[in-house]
């Protein structure tokens, strides 16, 4: 029975504590409203002032998105003074900026990279659009209501993939020629290069005081394929609002993502389907994701790795040697505790060698653990629609978990234990093909980890160890020059 207590209670879980606005039409985007059915426990709540800001952000995107005169009055400026035409240079934008995101490489790669430009925009006072690629518009719903994200494909500067940071407009050369802030005003646009190889007059981007500098650029251009939002908590320009915005600094992806990201119909059937199939009648459910970078073929040295660090960590039940196993009885029905394990990866060899491990031999616990793998691509074939829904659909079940062990390096295993609101147990990168040991370590926190960090303090205009700047910002586990918070 329902109380109106207990009704407003649940509509607020699925509204994710205010982080979701109302009013969608629940049919088109099932997943938006209907995760919570799947990972019943909000993790960490949106505080008020996140609130207030996301619902500014969707008006500002109404205001300005395309379709709308501020839109088409901007785009046209932007052609006119690419073709150096001054004609249109003093039209009124509506106070109207923008943030055109590129986002590039695997699909983790580009969903750390929305993340952290939604978050940059939305601090920057910025409509956010997103240059689809291939597979962009298939794979997410829009998240703000009555207007697009999606570039509009006659957007005038064209070929956004190829922009790198040796363009003229570069934020990197205004660094390097050291051109006045008033000139900026005059570029078309600025593109900023954030590719996690970028150059360190590019990374001077985190240090920039948006109010002196990139605030008069009317279109901002950036290419990233990463977490760049600790690069944003060095930054003390946006100190006071950050703290504001996250008094919990370890959550900014797990809200950011659950605002930003829901995967489109076709792909929550994907995700849904097969939870119910192999994971919902399970009284625990682990999640193991194996990336592997020393290539595609199966690694017994990763395999071992898998073993021990599940061992150690006891996050998988040993098993009776032979002699050891009781003899065969007819079991209450019921009566064994079920344990799912969700492996996900390239190739099928580790799911299929963890499989017949539990069927070959009983547990020392008397738990029953079935072990499923949802695809095997073999290949990462970034781009294709098919296998990036694929992709998407595992990172959401691995998020669905209850703990996630996640290989060392992986974007996509950041997303699936980040998006989960989960802590992993992160496997060490191999070296030299060689199981690490230890082969795994519980991680400070269940934040992604920045690859490409800036080693520049803002404040004192020198180089130093950004790992050690601000309590919140630390190295990650998993690789010891990367950022994140905590
Ligand atoms: P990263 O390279 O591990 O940082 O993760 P990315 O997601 O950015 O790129 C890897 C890409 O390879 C994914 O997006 C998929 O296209 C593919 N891929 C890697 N691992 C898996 C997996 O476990 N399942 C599926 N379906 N695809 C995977």
Redesign the pocket.
Known sequence: TYTPHAIAESKKDVLLGGLLVPGFDERTCRSRYDYTLYRKKTVRSPSAHLINRLRAQEALQRRCGPGTAAYRRAAERLEYSRRNDTGAAAADDGGCKYLVLVPY??????MLAMASAFLYAMLSGRALLIDRGESLADLFCEPFPETTWLLPPEFPIKNLEGLTGEVQESYRNLVQNHLPAASVSELPYVFVDLDHACTHHDKLFYCDDDQQFLHRAPWLLMRTDGYFVPAIFLNPAYQDELDRLFPRKDSVFYLLAHYLLHPTNKVWGLITRFYDSYLKNSDERLGI???VFDGDTPFKHILDQIISCTSREHLLPEVLLPAQEPPLTTPAAGAARLKAVLM???NPWYYESIRWKYLQSATATGEVVSVHQ??H?EH???GNTT??M??L??MYLLSMADAVVA?G???????GHGLGGLTPWVMFKPENLTTPDPPCRRAISMEPCMHGPPFYDCRVKRGADTGKLVPHVRHCDDMSWGLKLV
């Open positions: 490489r695997g699909l983790g790669n580009r994701q194996v990336r996900t990866g390239l949802p695809s691509e990462q074939l970034s296998h990036d694929k992709a659909a595992e290989s390096w992986s974007t996509f295993g950041y997303v």
